[in-house]
């Protein structure tokens, strides 16, 4: 079992910043892939972003490359998602997750956050 709690979210005007954060606890995080989705209302959970176990591999979604950052501190047993130049539409609740696999579908992951929330006003 792995536990997840999300933390950083919250309102900022667009074109702001803002640092999520991913606490693991449980079996050991670093043997995991990490990943953030969201999730708009009356909208699908999407991909965000992923990282693999080492960090060495990173996978975004076209609409926030280049905005948004993925990056984990294994030792710390967390992962963050550091998010720039945010727009209107990057409204929504935020949740991170592992996977086992490599994968950037919601099913491939097993475990999730409870979400934290994040709106970006225009």
């Known amino acids: 079992q792995v536990q997840l709690v999300e933390s950083g979210g919250g309102l900022v005007q667009a074109g702001g910043s803002l640092r999520l954060s991913c606490a693991a606890s449980g079996r050991t995080s670093s043997n995991y892939a990490m990943g953030w989705f969201r999730q708009a209302p009356g909208n699908e959970r999407e991909f965000v972003a992923a990282?693999?176990?080492?960090?060495?591999?990173?996978s975004y979604a076209d609409s926030v490359k280049g905005r948004f950052t993925i990056s984990r501190d294994n030792a710390k047993n967390t992962v963050y998602l550091q998010m720039n130049s945010l727009k209107p539409e990057d409204t929504a609740i935020y949740y991170c997750a592992t996977a086992s696999n490599w994968g950037r579908q919601p099913t491939t992951y097993n475990y999730w956050g409870q979400g934290t929330q994040v709106t970006v006003s225009s």
């Open positions: 990282i693999s176990r080492s960090g060495s591999t990173k």
